[in-house]
C-alpha cells in the first residue's frame, strides 16, 4: 500500500496547481471557521457542563472528538475521486507506518484531552484559554527539538507575552475561582490544563513529522492526506476517551440520569 499511496500522494501535488484559487481560500476559509467555532464554543459548553453540576471529565474529553466521523465526508470524496480516474486506488493516501503513528498520537491526545477538562473543571474560561494558550511557547520548544523549527522575534515576542500571562494569573489564583472550588482544586485545575498545554505542545510537532514522512520526497503535504491522518487520530483519540467512559461507568450514569429526566418530565 505504501508504494501506491506514495504515487497517489505525487499525482494530487500536481493536480492542485490546476484548482481555482478562490476554491482553494474558500476551503482554507471553511476550515478555519470550523476551528474558531469549536476552540471558543467547546470551552464554554464544557465550563457551563460543570457549572451546572456536571462532574464526569470523561465525558467531556470524549466530546472533544467525537465529531470525528464528519472527516469521514472529505476522506470519501477524495477516494471516490481517485477511484473515478480508472485507477487502481488505495484506501488511503498515507503510508501504513504512518498511519501507525496517527493511532498512536491518537491515543497522547486523548489522554491530553482528559487532562484538559479535568483542569477545565476547577477554573473559569478566561482562566482556562489563557492558560492552554501557553502551548504556542512548549510548541516552539519542542519544535526546534523534533522538526528544527527555527525562532523569530516574533516567535519569542509571543511566547513572552503568554508565559508572562499565565504567571500574573498564578498571582491572582484567589480572584476568579468558580464558586465552590477549593483553593487546592483551582492549582490543581491550574498545572493540570498547564500540563494538557505542554503535551499538547508535544503532539503537534510530532504530527508534523509524520506529515513530512507520509509525503516525503520533498513532496508539499495534500489536503486528502490530512484529513486522513485527522480521521485516524480523532477515532482513536475517541476510542482512548470511550475506555475511560467505561471503566468510569460514565455511560450507565447517562442512561440513568436521562431516564430520570424523562420520568420527571
Excluded at 494530487?12 to 471553511?30: D, I, K, T
Excluded at 467555532?37 to 460543570?50: A, E, H, N
Excluded at 520526497?217 to 487520530?233: D, K, N
Amino acid at each position: 500500500m505504501d508504494v501506491e499511496a506514495t504515487k497517489d500522494v505525487g499525482h494530487e501535488q500536481a493536480a492542485v496547481p490546476g484548482r481555482g484559487r478562490a476554491a482553494r481560500w474558500l476551503l482554507v476559509a471553511l476550515n478555519c471557521g470550523m476551528l474558531v467555532v469549536g476552540t471558543t464554543g467547546g470551552p464554554l459548553i464544557s465550563r457551563l457542563y460543570f457549572s451546572k453540576g456536571g462532574h464526569r471529565q470523561w465525558l467531556s474529553a470524549w466530546l472533544q472528538t467525537a465529531g470525528w466521523p464528519l472527516l469521514l465526508v472529505p476522506v470519501a470524496a477524495s477516494y471516490l475521486s481517485r477511484r473515478a480516474r480508472g485507477r487502481r486506488a488505495p484506501l488511503f493516501l498515507t503510508p501504513t507506518r504512518v498511519l501507525l503513528a496517527g493511532v498512536g498520537l491518537g491515543f497522547l491526545n486523548g489522554a491530553d484531552d482528559f487532562i484538559y477538562a479535568y483542569g477545565l473543571a476547577y477554573l473559569p474560561v478566561s482562566t482556562s484559554a489563557i492558560l492552554i494558550s501557553t502551548q504556542l511557547a512548549f510548541t516552539v520548544f519542542f519544535a526546534c527539538l523534533i522538526v528544527r523549527q527555527r525562532l523569530t522575534a516574533a516567535t519569542l515576542n509571543a511566547v513572552a507575552l503568554l508565559t508572562i500571562g499565565a504567571v500574573v494569573l498564578g498571582l491572582h489564583a484567589s480572584k476568579d475561582r468558580p464558586a465552590g472550588v477549593t483553593s487546592g482544586k483551582y492549582w490543581m485545575g491550574f498545572f493540570l490544563t498547564l500540563g494538557a498545554a505542554a503535551l499538547y505542545g508535544l503532539i503537534l510537532p510530532l504530527v508534523e513529522l509524520a506529515y513530512k514522512h507520509a509525503a516525503g520526497g520533498g513532496r508539499a503535504v495534500t489536503y486528502a492526506l490530512v484529513m486522513e491522518m485527522q480521521l485516524v487520530m480523532g477515532f482513536f483519540a475517541t476510542a482512548f476517551c470511550t475506555v475511560g467512559m467505561v471503566v468510569n461507568k460514565d455511560f450507565q450514569g447517562l442512561f440513568f440520569g436521562l431516564a430520570n429526566y424523562i420520568k420527571g418530565h
